[in-house]
C-alpha cells in the first residue's frame, strides 16, 4: 500500500499547499526544453515533413524522459531509505496535480468581480485564459472562469491521477512515473498542440497523443461527476448532445458534463487577438451562471477526485490480496 500513501500524501500536499513558489516547477523544466526546441525546429526545419518528424521527436524525448527521469529519481531516494522515496515521489506527484492552482486562479478573479472592480477582474482573468479580456462584460467574465475550470479539470486534475493510480497498479512502475509523462504530453499540447503557424506541424503529434491520452479519464471523469450529481444518464446524453460539436475530443465533454449538472450553458464568441471565434453552445441555460456556479464546479472535482482515492483504495486491497 505504500503506492496509496504516495497518492494520498501527493493529494494533501496538493490541497494544503499547492505549487510553492519560488521553487522550480518540474512542468518549468519541460516547458524550457519545449521552447528550446520549438526555436531550433523554426529555424532549420522549414518543411512540413522536418516539421512533423521534429514534433514527433520532441514529443517522444520530453514525454518518455520525464517519466523515466521521475523514475530514475524515486528509485535513487528509496536506495537512501524507503521513507524519503515516499516523501519524493509524493512531491513529485503533487506537482503533477493542479487541483489548488485552478481554485486558486478562481478565487482570484471572483473577488474582485464581487466586489464589482471588472477591470480587475479581467487583467487578472488575462493571466490564466487565452481569450482577450479587457472588453468582457460581467457575464462573460463568469463564463471564462467556469469555461477554465471545467475545461481543466480534467487534463490538470483527474487525468493526472488516473495515471498515478495506473502507475500504482502496474508492477515495476511508481506511481509518479505515468502522471509526469503524462503531465509532459499536457505541457507540450498546451504550448505547441495549435492548428496555427508556426506549430501546424511542429504540434500535431503533441496534440494528437493528449487527445488519446486524456480520452478515457475525461470520459470516466464525465461518468463520476454524473453519479455524485445523482444524475448519469442526463449528463451523458447532454455530452452525447452538446459536447461532440466540439472540436476537442476532451475539453468539450469536460465543460459540458459541468454545464448538464449546474443546468448552465457555456459556449458562445470569444476573441483571441482581436479575431471571434464561435465555440459551440452546451448544456441548457436553465440559470444564469454565477458565482455560485463556479464555486460549485470546484466543488464537483473535488468531489470526484476523492470518490476516486476511495475507488483505489479497494482496487489496491484487491490486487494486494
Not at 505549487?19 to 520549438?38: A, E, K, R, T
Not at 512540413?48 to 514534433?55: A, D, Y
Not at 486534475?157 to 503531465?183: C, D, H, N, Q, W
Not at 456556479?293 to 466543488?299: D, E, P, R
Amino acid at each position: 500500500m505504500a503506492s496509496y500513501s504516495v497518492i494520498i500524501l501527493a493529494a494533501a500536499l496538493d490541497y494544503l499547499i499547492g505549487d510553492p513558489v519560488n521553487m522550480i516547477h518540474p512542468v518549468q523544466i519541460m516547458g524550457w526544453v519545449i521552447s528550446s526546441w520549438s526555436k531550433l525546429a523554426e529555424k532549420y526545419c522549414h518543411h512540413p515533413l522536418t516539421q512533423r518528424l521534429s514534433g514527433v521527436f520532441l514529443g517522444i524525448i520530453v514525454i518518455v524522459g520525464s517519466g523515466a527521469i521521475a523514475q530514475l529519481i524515486v528509485q535513487i531516494a528509496k536506495t537512501g531509505h524507503p521513507f524519503l522515496g515516499i516523501i519524493v515521489e509524493s512531491v513529485l506527484l503533487a506537482s503533477c496535480f493542479a487541483g489548488r492552482s485552478l481554485r486558486n486562479a478562481a478565487i482570484a478573479v471572483l473577488q474582485p468581480w464581487e466586489e464589482d472592480d471588472l477591470s480587475t477582474a479581467r487583467l487578472t482573468l488575462s493571466r490564466y485564459v487565452g481569450r482577450d479580456t479587457k472588453n468582457l462584460t460581467a457575464p462573460e467574465i463568469l463564463r471564462a472562469i467556469l469555461e477554465t475550470v471545467t475545461e481543466n479539470a480534467t487534463d490538470g486534475v483527474m487525468a493526472p491521477l488516473f495515471y498515478g493510480i495506473l502507475g500504482a497498479l502496474l508492477p515495476g512502475v511508481e506511481s509518479v512515473t505515468l502522471a509526469v509523462a503524462y503531465k509532459a504530453s499536457s505541457t507540450l499540447d498546451s504550448m505547441i498542440g495549435y492548428k496555427d503557424a508556426p506549430y501546424t506541424y511542429l504540434g500535431w503529434f503533441s496534440a494528437r497523443l493528449e487527445d488519446i491520452l486524456t480520452w478515457l479519464p475525461c470520459r470516466l471523469h464525465v461518468i463520476t461527476l454524473g453519479i455524485i450529481a445523482g444524475k448519469p444518464l442526463k449528463v451523458w446524453q447532454i455530452c452525447r448532445r452538446d459536447a461532440i460539436k466540439d472540436p476537442s475530443p476532451n475539453s468539450g465533454w469536460s465543460e459540458c458534463s459541468y454545464a448538464a449538472i449546474l443546468e448552465v450553458q457555456v459556449g458562445g464568441i470569444n476573441w483571441y487577438r482581436g479575431v471571434a471565434k464561435y465555440k459551440p453552445l452546451m448544456g441548457d441555460a436553465i440559470h444564469p451562471i454565477t458565482s455560485q456556479s463556479i464555486h460549485q464546479a470546484l466543488q464537483l472535482t473535488r468531489y470526484s477526485f476523492l470518490l476516486w482515492l476511495g475507488v483505489t483504495a479497494l482496487l489496491l486491497i484487491l490486487v494486494n490480496r
